[in-house]
T-cell receptor, first 112, second 112 residues
């Protein structure tokens, strides 16, 4: 089954404690993205990756890092989380940029 | 700048009634256009997409959308709403380059 898998689904952490949200896709897509969803703001792109070792900033990259060492995996790293990063995060993959996106189930992160 | 506007934050319709969700975009060329649905606690699922050709596109779950270039609109319609259609709906534009821009979403409530 074609899917994008994120883990964990829910996470509560404290300010400053590094965390990683994993994302994996099994569709051999080259393009992957991370979004955050906040009420009234829709989805905003954090980072995207065109292929292995090729990543770039989206609209709201501050406080986040990503890596793309393998085609299927695209982890999101928060080196020092802050309460304003409390949000719902989605990973997505697409065959090509700007085309249909396949989304993971989401990770609800709370930073206290 | 590219943008997507969904004018209605929420809409309530009676079960069996028709539905139209509005979407307007700002983009210089003909974009790729999408509608996604997000059920509670779930990721986003593609309902339908427009790339080119026939401006009336059919999607899953009985939804359709019409691209109107002159109005820069891509409104989503369904002739008869079911209670299971209650969800949040996102219009999105593949705006060239490496990004997809999402609207803020419209939450649909269905009353019996």
């Amino acid at each position: 089954e074609a899917q994008v898998t994120q883990n964990p689904r829910y996470l509560i952490t404290v300010t400053g404690k590094k965390l990683t949200v994993t994302c994996s896709q099994n569709m051999n897509h080259e393009y992957m993205s991370w979004y955050r969803q906040d009420p009234g703001l829709g989805l905003r792109q954090i980072y995207y990756s065109m292929n292995v070792e090729v990543t770039d900033k989206g609209d709201v990259p501050e406080g986040y890092k990503v890596s793309r060492k393998e085609k299927r995996n695209f982890p999101l790293i928060l080196e020092s989380p802050s309460p304003n990063q409390t949000s719902l995060y989605f990973c997505a993959s697409s065959p090509y940029p700007g085309t249909e996106a396949f989304f993971g189930q989401g990770t609800r992160l709370t930073v206290v | 700048a590219q943008s997507v506007t969904q004018p209605d934050i929420h809409i309530t319709v009676s079960e069996g009634a028709s539905l139209e969700l509005r979407c307007n975009y700002s983009y210089g060329a003909t974009p790729y256009l999408f509608w996604y649905v997000q059920s509670p606690g779930q990721g986003l699922q593609l309902l339908l997409k427009y790339f080119s050709g026939d401006t009336l596109v059919q999607g899953i779950k009985g939804f359709e959308a019409e691209f109107k270039r002159s109005q820069s609109s891509f409104n989503l319609r369904k002739p008869s709403v079911h209670w299971s259609d209650a969800a949040e709906y996102f219009c999105a534009v593949g705006a060239g380059g490496f990004k997809t821009i999402f609207g803020a979403g419209t939450r649909l409530f269905v009353k019996a």
